[in-house]
Structures are given as structure tokens and as C-alpha cells.
């Protein structure tokens, strides 16, 4: 299934389904709503423990306000309904700390997934917040592939991070804006680390 | 949860970044590691474990390479899962190569020690690791007793301060005596230990004093045993304890196999037992004790097959004597046929 049929039912852009089935409204911080079926809300823990304690009916849902997401963007909100959509009724990982973590990804997933690496990490951060544990496998699995055979050079560029030059390089503005003594004890704790040995890893 | 959107992979949460950690291979992690402080901390802390298959140490007399196993695939990285490490003696400190398929990377360590480099990378990359290591293999091809005893101390040192001992599935090592293996592999974890296999430096085969390492816990948990060109004066009854064993005698005495023929109809633990020898003592009794055996020819050789039910089971016992070992084998019920059958063979390990 593609992610553009995907049965996501976004108010502004689809119409109401015709079953009868149970859906609730979301908001996401920018004011976009979404319509989601009861079994999909049930991939995110958090999602379903919310809408258990408040107890809706059917009215309830479309009379009172949508339920707001405050810190979810609607860009990423909907790749975490499509997602929980596509994937509702499917059983819920339980991470038994097993070594190789296997996780394989679906194709609707790599299809959704495919976005730059910025919503990713929105998605990933979503997925945490939300509590769904295979999106959120499935989605850090994604990034976890992205480091294979790459240099620590290359991976700096793909999960834009600083180096410790720049890092310190910030940090040290930042410090010499508050208190310009902080340079100081910083130096004197980098020399004191150099100096207990180094490592080939 | 952070009141802004993630700019970058360290500002996700701690749970994801450990998920994201917990899917990365053992390579990635160790770039992941030179990538910048903050990542660096948090791999210390959270300590992931990425997936080993293999880890083989070979102890030279200038350098140590390690060869790691990260997947199936056996080509060198980055084509495949096989990393090989290499710590070099040199004139003055020593150099670490990191070989992949089509490089060597190379880096040198003016005021460092080979063996204490390999040690604090050991310490780094498994010092701390909890989940079983399906196989470590420590070969101590070093000739010279000052660096083999100088190795010897510096990674038992390592696996005497971890707080678990390591957990490692197939605990092999090739070795000229018994002393180095005491060493190692009292500081495994008994739990984990399925297989036992000593091999012998030379390939010549020399004699194995297992005197102190039967009373090993860690010996006495394995299932597997395997002795390879090494010969041992144990009695047979040494071995009952395991399921399979491969054990090499100079002398094998005919009583044995029938005590071992016994062992197998009365006790369900026995599985496979393949019996090497140099001369086997007596061996009429065999005839007079199991009746005249099946003559066959298999692509291992001529032997003498006898085949003996197993009371109050469906299983059998095969014994296939051959020129130079004898082999023992426990057929599943519903193997019987097939494995019966004039034409069939099993696989020996030697």
C-alpha cells in the first residue's frame, strides 16, 4: 500500500469515512486535525491510555474539541497516524533486551520514511513521545543503517552533528559570554584528560 | 520531552538514541564514538552491545590480530561483516592497522605497548559486554613464554575485574599445554559455556594434562567437548558428562568402547562420541561382545557397523569402528531408517 492511500484521514484533506467505526480527532501544534481509528490509537500507549481516560462516546468526539498535540508539528503527526493506520491490530513488540536487536523494515515503512533526515528525527522523536514501540524501532533501525560503512567524518555530516573542535569552539563562546574564568578550568580539564592515555577506538 | 524539535541525532531522547545504538554494528559504534564528545559519553554510559558472531585473538610474537565476526557475511568489511584489527610491536611503541577489503588504515602509538593497546581496546569493545558471544577463539601461536605470560596476565587482569564474567558460547583455544586454558576460561561465565574445544598448536599430536581442568565448573557445565590433536590417559568415563565428546587416545582399549556402548543404552545424556586412536587393544571382544558387525564402506572408509536399540525408547545406537576412530551416535526414532541405511554416513569432525 502506498502512503498516499494510506487510510489516514485528514479532515482538511480527505472526507469523513462512512463506517461506523470509532475515530477520534487530534490537533497538531499547528492547528492541523486528524481523524484516527480507534484500533490504529491503539500502537501508541500513550495515545490509548488518553483516550481511555477520557471516556468519549461517539458525540463526545465530534462535539468537543479536537484532542491537542502540543509539541507534534502536523507534517509529522500525519507520517505517525499513517503509520499507526497501516499498521493498527498488529501486535505490540516487547523488548526483551535480546542481542542482535532484529528489526526489519517494511516496505510501506521504508516508503514512509523516506524523507529528509531532519522530520526523521522529528518522527523518531514523535514516536518516543507517543510510545509506539515498533515506530519507533522501525525508525531509529532506519538510522541505525545510515552509519554503516561510514567514517566518523561522514556521520558527522549525516546525523549534522559538531565536531568536539566546534563543539567546544560553541561551548566556549557560550561559557566566555557568562564568565570569562570558565576557559580557563576548561583547558586546564582537557590537558588533564589528554593526559590519561589514549585509545586506537 | 524537549520543548523544541530535534536539530541533530544526539538532542533525541535517551531511549531512542540507545534503540538507534542497540541497531548499530560494531564498527558504526566505534566511528559513532570518534564522532564527538557528547555521543562519546553517551555510548560509555549506556554501554551498547553491538552483535559479535566471532571474536578471535592470535597471539604472535611481534603483534596481535584480532578478527572479528559482526554478521555472516565473510568478506572483509566493508563488503562483509569480517573486521581484522592488527597491533603491532614496533621499534619504538607500536602501530594499529584496522584492514578492510581494499585499505589499511594505520595509525601508530609511539609510547604505547602492543599488548596493553589490544587490552584497553578489549576493554573498551568487550570489557563490559553482558550478552554471550556465540564464539571466542584465543590462539597463543607466540612461541616466546615472556610475551605469551606478559598476554596471558594482561587479559586475565581484564576478565578478573569485570563485575559478570564474560559470557562466550564456544570457548575455543589453541594451545601447546593445559596451564594457558586454566587461565582463561575459569573467568567465563559457566552458565553460557555449550562447547570446549583445545587445539593443538602444533597439529602433531601431543598429550593434554587435564588434571586441574576437569574440575573446572566451567568444563563441568559444557555439553560439547572437543580435543583436537591432543591425546589424553583420562579414563573414558571422564567424558560421561558431556553429550558429545572428541576425545584421542594412543591406546584405546576394546572394554571401553563397550562400557561407552553401555553408557549409551542406559544413560540419555550421550549423544556423540567420536573415539580417536592410535592402536585399539583386544578388539576380539568387540566381536564377542556385540556379535558379528555390519561390514560397509562409506566415503570415510571400511568399518564395522553394529547398531543396539535403546530400551524403553524409539532410539538406536550406531557404532561405525573405523581404521582410526571410532565413532558413536544416537539415532532419533524417526531417523532410524534413514540412518541405517548400508549407504549412510555421518559427517566426522577430523
Same mark, same amino acid.
Given at each position: 500500500?502506498?502512503?498516499? /492511500?494510506?487510510?489516514?484521514?485528514?479532515?482538511?484533506?480527505?472526507?469523513?469515512?462512512?463506517?461506523?467505526?470509532?475515530?477520534?480527532?487530534?490537533?497538531?501544534?499547528?492547528?492541523?486535525?486528524?481523524?484516527?481509528?480507534?484500533?490504529?490509537?491503539?500502537?501508541?500507549?500513550?495515545?490509548?491510555?488518553?483516550?481511555?481516560?477520557?471516556?468519549?462516546?461517539?458525540? %463526545?468526539?465530534? !462535539?468537543?474539541?479536537?484532542?491537542?498535540?502540543?509539541?507534534?508539528?502536523?507534517?509529522?503527526?500525519?507520517?505517525?497516524?499513517?503509520?499507526?493506520?497501516?499498521?493498527?491490530?498488529?501486535?505490540?513488540?516487547?523488548?526483551?533486551?535480546?542481542?542482535?536487536?532484529? +528489526?526489519?523494515?517494511?516496505?510501506?515503512?521504508?516508503?514512509?520514511?523516506?524523507? %529528509?533526515?531532519?522530520?526523521?528525527?522529528?518522527?523518531?522523536?514523535?514516536? %518516543?513521545? &507517543?510510545?509506539?514501540?515498533? =515506530? =519507533? /524501532?522501525?525508525?531509529?533501525?532506519?538510522?541505525?543503517?545510515?552509519?554503516?560503512?561510514?567514517?566518523?567524518?561522514?556521520?558527522?555530516?549525516?546525523?549534522?552533528?559538531?565536531?568536539?573542535?566546534?563543539?567546544?569552539?560553541?561551548?566556549?563562546?557560550?561559557?566566555?559570554?557568562?564568565?570569562?574564568?570558565?576557559?580557563?578550568?576548561?583547558?586546564?580539564?582537557?590537558?588533564?584528560?589528554?593526559?590519561?592515555?589514549?585509545?586506537?577506538? | 520531552?524537549?520543548?523544541?524539535?530535534?536539530?541533530?541525532?544526539?538532542?533525541?531522547?535517551?531511549?531512542?538514541?540507545? /534503540?538507534?545504538?542497540?541497531?548499530?554494528?560494531? &564498527?558504526?559504534?566505534?566511528? &559513532?564514538?570518534?564522532?564527538?564528545?557528547? =555521543?562519546?559519553?553517551?555510548?560509555?554510559?549506556?554501554?551498547?552491545?553491538?552483535?559479535?558472531?566471532?571474536? !578471535?585473538?592470535?597471539?604472535?610474537?611481534?603483534?596481535?590480530?584480532?578478527?572479528?565476526?559482526?554478521?555472516?557475511?565473510?568478506?572483509?568489511?566493508?563488503?562483509?561483516?569480517?573486521?581484522?584489527?592488527?597491533?603491532?610491536?614496533?621499534?619504538?611503541?607500536?602501530?594499529?592497522?584496522?584492514?578492510?577489503?581494499?585499505?589499511?588504515?594505520?595509525?601508530?602509538?609511539?609510547?604505547?605497548?602492543?599488548?596493553?593497546?589490544?587490552?584497553?581496546?578489549?576493554?573498551?569493545?568487550?570489557?563490559?559486554?553482558?550478552?554471550?558471544?556465540?564464539?571466542?577463539?584465543?590462539?597463543?601461536?607466540?612461541?616466546?613464554?615472556?610475551?605469551?605470560?606478559?598476554?596471558?596476565?594482561?587479559?586475565?587482569?581484564?576478565?578478573?575485574?569485570?563485575?559478570?564474567?564474560?559470557? +562466550?558460547?564456544?570457548?575455543?583455544?589453541?594451545?601447546?599445554?593445559?596451564?594457558?586454558?586454566?587461565?582463561?576460561?575459569?573467568?567465563?561465565?559457566?552458565?553460557?559455556?555449550?562447547?570446549?574445544?583445545?587445539?593443538?598448536?602444533?597439529?602433531?599430536?601431543?598429550?593434554?594434562?587435564?588434571?586441574? =581442568?576437569? !574440575?573446572?565448573?566451567?568444563?563441568?557445565?559444557?555439553?560439547?567437548?572437543?580435543?583436537?590433536?591432543?591425546?589424553?590417559?583420562?579414563?573414558?568415563?571422564?567424558?560421561?558428562?558431556?553429550?558429545?565428546?572428541?576425545?584421542?587416545?594412543?591406546?584405546?582399549?576394546?572394554?571401553?568402547?563397550?562400557?561407552?556402548?553401555?553408557?549409551?543404552?542406559?544413560?540419555?545424556?550421550?549423544?556423540?562420541?567420536?573415539?580417536?586412536?592410535?592402536?585399539?587393544? !583386544?578388539?576380539?571382544?568387540?566381536?564377542?561382545?556385540?556379535?558379528?558387525?555390519?561390514?560397509?564402506?562409506?566415503?570415510?572408509?571400511?568399518?564395522? /557397523?553394529?547398531?543396539?536399540?535403546?530400551?524403553?525408547?524409539?532410539?538406536? +545406537?550406531?557404532?561405525? &569402528?573405523?581404521?582410526?576412530?571410532?565413532?558413536?551416535?544416537?539415532?532419533?526414532?524417526?531417523?532410524?531408517?534413514?540412518?541405517?541405511?548400508?549407504?549412510?554416513?555421518?559427517? +566426522?569432525?577430523?
Amino acid at each position: 500500500m502506498s502512503v498516499e /492511500n494510506a487510510p489516514v484521514v485528514d479532515v482538511d484533506e480527505a472526507a469523513i469515512p462512512v463506517e461506523k467505526k470509532m475515530y477520534y480527532r487530534f490537533e497538531s501544534n499547528d492547528k492541523k486535525e486528524f481523524r484516527v481509528s480507534e484500533l490504529a490509537i491503539q500502537q501508541s500507549e500513550t495515545l490509548n491510555r488518553l483516550v481511555e481516560a477520557m471516556g468519549y462516546t461517539s458525540e %463526545d468526539v465530534e !462535539n468537543k474539541p479536537a484532542i491537542a498535540i502540543e509539541n507534534i508539528d502536523g507534517k509529522t503527526l500525519k507520517l505517525v497516524f499513517q503509520w499507526c493506520e497501516h499498521h493498527k491490530g498488529e501486535a505490540i513488540p516487547v523488548d526483551d533486551g535480546s542481542v542482535p536487536k532484529i +528489526v526489519e523494515i517494511p516496505e510501506f515503512d521504508a516508503k514512509l520514511m523516506d524523507i %529528509d533526515n531532519g522530520l526523521l528525527f522529528k518522527l523518531i522523536w514523535a514516536a %518516543d513521545y &507517543l510510545n509506539i514501540v515498533q =515506530l =519507533l /524501532n522501525v525508525s531509529c533501525k532506519k538510522v541505525a543503517n545510515m552509519a554503516q560503512g561510514k567514517t566518523p567524518a561522514q556521520l558527522r555530516r549525516v546525523y549534522l552533528l559538531p565536531s568536539d573542535e566546534e563543539d567546544e569552539a560553541a561551548k566556549r563562546a557560550a561559557q566566555e559570554a557568562q564568565d570569562p574564568r570558565a576557559r580557563e578550568v576548561e583547558e586546564e580539564f582537557e590537558e588533564r584528560k589528554r593526559q590519561g592515555g589514549n585509545s586506537f577506538f | 520531552m524537549a520543548e523544541t524539535s530535534p536539530a541533530h541525532l544526539i538532542t533525541l531522547p535517551d531511549v531512542a538514541l540507545k /534503540n538507534i545504538l542497540d541497531q548499530c554494528d560494531f &564498527l558504526a559504534i566505534t566511528n &559513532l564514538r570518534k564522532v564527538c564528545r557528547d =555521543l562519546r559519553n553517551f555510548i560509555e554510559d549506556t554501554k551498547p552491545e553491538p552483535y559479535h558472531k566471532d571474536l !578471535n585473538i592470535i597471539l604472535y610474537d611481534d603483534y596481535i590480530r584480532v578478527q572479528t565476526y559482526t554478521g555472516e557475511n565473510p568478506w572483509l568489511y566493508p563488503d562483509g561483516d569480517w573486521v581484522w584489527t592488527q597491533y603491532t610491536k614496533e621499534p619504538i611503541g607500536c602501530s594499529v592497522s584496522f584492514v578492510t577489503g581494499d585499505k589499511v588504515i594505520q595509525k601508530g602509538f609511539p609510547n604505547e605497548d602492543y599488548i596493553s593497546m589490544f587490552c584497553g581496546d578489549f576493554l573498551v569493545n568487550f570489557g563490559h559486554r553482558k550478552s554471550v558471544l556465540p564464539d571466542f577463539y584465543l590462539n597463543l601461536t607466540c612461541q616466546n613464554p615472556e610475551i605469551q605470560s606478559k598476554f596471558l596476565e594482561s587479559f586475565q587482569k581484564i576478565l578478573e575485574s569485570r563485575i559478570h564474567p564474560m559470557k +562466550v558460547s564456544t570457548f575455543q583455544m589453541v594451545v601447546e599445554k593445559a596451564e594457558p586454558v586454566l587461565k582463561i576460561l575459569k573467568f567465563m561465565d559457566k552458565n553460557s559455556i555449550e562447547e570446549i574445544n583445545l587445539m593443538s598448536l602444533h597439529r602433531a599430536t601431543r598429550e593434554l594434562d587435564l588434571t586441574e =581442568l576437569k !574440575n573446572l565448573k566451567q568444563w563441568n557445565a559444557a555439553k560439547k567437548l572437543r580435543l583436537e590433536h591432543f591425546q589424553t590417559s583420562e579414563n573414558l568415563e571422564e567424558f560421561y558428562g558431556f553429550k558429545s565428546a572428541l576425545v584421542d587416545y594412543k591406546e584405546l582399549k576394546a572394554q571401553d568402547i563397550v562400557r561407552l556402548r553401555n553408557e549409551f543404552l542406559q544413560n540419555p545424556r550421550p549423544h556423540r562420541f567420536q573415539l580417536m586412536y592410535e592402536t585399539i587393544s !583386544n578388539e576380539p571382544l568387540l566381536i564377542d561382545t556385540f556379535g558379528q558387525p555390519f561390514l560397509r564402506t562409506d566415503p570415510i572408509g571400511n568399518k564395522k /557397523n553394529w547398531i543396539f536399540s535403546i530400551p524403553d525408547t524409539d532410539q538406536i +545406537v550406531s557404532i561405525n &569402528l573405523y581404521s582410526k576412530f571410532v565413532i558413536f551416535y544416537r539415532i532419533k526414532g524417526s531417523d532410524v531408517k534413514e540412518k541405517t541405511d548400508p549407504d549412510y554416513f555421518e559427517q +566426522v569432525w577430523v
